[in-house]
């Protein structure tokens, strides 16, 4: 399809456990991000890649996460050592290019449940 | 500290009511304002736009105002249908940086 696609739908992962969710941006963008959303919150930011540039990494709430982008291309985010507390939905979006102006398309999400 | 605030986290309007969704921000410096949907199990989508350079956008049932000096944007919907039931958020951004997005409203449309 057309669209940002993400796998797998759902994860679930017993507590220590290293995690990797890929993300497949829309052919042609540039800019791809990284969010989750825990149960009853808003969408947090993670992590941003633009083409070429250093990601920014501010959001990442700690040095167990972890993302990649080859290129323009496909993007990993892996969760080491996986805590009850990384339970959420980890959504990833691209667009053309991060102008802040740009609509981002968002995937349907990975659901990760830590035990 | 939240940049992007929507301090409603639900609504319930009847069918062929107005929903109006508010938002507030902080950041003088966000030049630009999304609101996006969400459905259960679905990715957010891309609902209107506004820049900071209008107060008021357009687009079919839906119009989003922007008030600069007092750093809130609103969404209407009229009229509502309940297939407009979903996670409103509110989102604002600048140049060269990544989208802020705030929590969300859960609007509820009843018919």
């Known amino acids: 399809g057309a669209g940002v696609s993400q796998s797998p739908s759902n994860k679930v992962t017993e507590k220590g456990k290293d995690v990797e969710l890929r993300c497949d941006p829309i052919s042609g963008h540039t800019a791809l991000y990284w969010y989750r959303q825990r149960l009853g919150q808003g969408l947090e930011f993670l992590i941003y890649?633009?083409?070429?540039?250093?990601?920014?990494k501010s959001g990442l709430p700690s040095d167990r996460f972890s993302a990649e982008r080859t290129g323009e291309s496909v993007s990993t985010l892996t969760i080491q050592r996986t805590q009850q507390e990384d339970s959420a939905v980890y959504l990833c979006a691209s667009s053309p290019r991060l102008t802040g102006t740009d609509t981002q398309y968002f995937g349907p999400g990975t659901r990760l449940t830590v035990l | 500290d939240q940049q992007v605030k929507q301090n409603s986290p639900s609504l319930s309007v009847q069918e062929g009511r107005i929903s109006i969704l508010n938002c507030d921000y902080t950041n003088s410096m966000f030049d630009y304002f999304l609101w996006y949907k969400k459905y259960p199990a679905e990715g957010p989508t891309f609902l209107i736009s506004?820049?900071?350079?209008?107060d008021k956008n357009e687009d079919g049932r839906f119009t989003v105002f922007l008030n600069k000096s007092a750093k809130h944007l609103s969404l209407h919907i009229v009229p509502s249908q309940p297939g407009d039931s979903a996670v409103y958020f509110c989102a604002a951004g600048q140049a060269g940086t990544a989208l802020i997005f705030g929590k969300g409203t859960t609007l509820s449309v009843s018919s």
């Open positions: 890649f633009q083409g070429n540039s250093a990601p920014d």
């Open positions: 506004i820049s900071s350079i209008k």
